[in-house]
């Protein structure tokens, strides 16, 4: 549209000169007829240029818009959205609460398998002297009161 608005310009431009090359002639008529005419498409051009250039500026600046409305959107998720520095905070957190449950339960187990290992060898010294009791009170009692003796009598089945 600027290389026409130039031509047109050129044309007028030529025209004056031609005119001023010329002399008074009965043509002079249809050259004013013609500058009439250069005049107005020079207007009708710039008029044809504004419109077009404000309907361009106006889908332009609605594009932008939306392009700075959806900026906004993204900047706003982005900010929802928590940090590395965060996730790994929280991730070292968790690790850590699970870790020193893990560390107690071993430890009460471990506990309790010693307080068993000292119950079982306690019951294994008990009844090592209970037996020891049973021989040494069998070696020592006449025959015939172990054969009245209910405690030591098996059942028959």
């Given at each position: 549209m600027p290389r026409v608005a130039i031509f047109v310009a050129g044309i007028a431009a030529g025209a004056l000169a031609g005119r001023r090359e010329r002399s008074q002639s009965p043509a002079d008529s249809s050259v004013a007829d013609l500058k009439d005419s250069i005049k107005e498409l020079e207007i009708?051009?710039?008029?044809?240029?504004?419109?077009?250039?404000?309907?361009?500026?106006?889908?332009?600046?609605?594009?932008?818009?939306?392009?700075?409305?959806?900026?906004?959107?993204?900047a706003a998720k982005l900010a929802d959205v928590p940090s590395t520095a965060q996730i790994v905070g929280a991730m070292e957190q968790i690790l850590a609460r699970s870790m020193a449950s893990l560390d107690e339960r071993l430890a009460n187990q471990s506990h309790s398998i010693e307080v068993l290992r000292t119950t079982v060898s306690q019951t294994d010294g008990l009844l090592e002297r209970v037996l020891e009791s049973l021989d040494s009170f069998q070696a020592y009692a006449d025959p015939s009161e172990l054969a009245s003796d209910a405690v030591l009598h098996r059942p028959t089945v």
């Open positions: 009708r051009l710039e008029a044809k240029l504004d419109s077009r250039l404000q309907s361009h500026e106006a889908s332009v600046s609605e594009r932008f818009q939306q392009v700075e409305t959806r900026l906004e959107e993204q």
